[in-house]
């Protein structure tokens, strides 16, 4: 889907989600960053990008 739609903040959010999941924080954060790039006033962009920098801990 990201594929297809590079843009869509809502399918990095979940792709930066299942990183943190599978606890691969780098891949995680690459993810978030590029999702708050696309939309900075979004607070799930900021909670992912935060969880993501936790796990790096």
């Known amino acids: 889907a990201i594929d297809m ?3 869509d903040a809502s399918l990095l959010s979940n ?9 691969q924080a780098e891949q995680a954060l690459s993810d978030a960053k590029v999702c ?5 006033d979004w607070p799930k ?3 992912r990008e935060g ?3 936790r796990l790096l801990l």
């Open 15 to 23: 792709r930066s989600l299942c990183w943190i999941r599978l606890g």
């Open 5 to 7: 739609n590079p843009t």
């Open 51 to 53: 969880a993501a920098l």
């Open 36 to 40: 708050r790039e696309l939309r900075p």
């Open 45 to 47: 962009g900021c909670y």
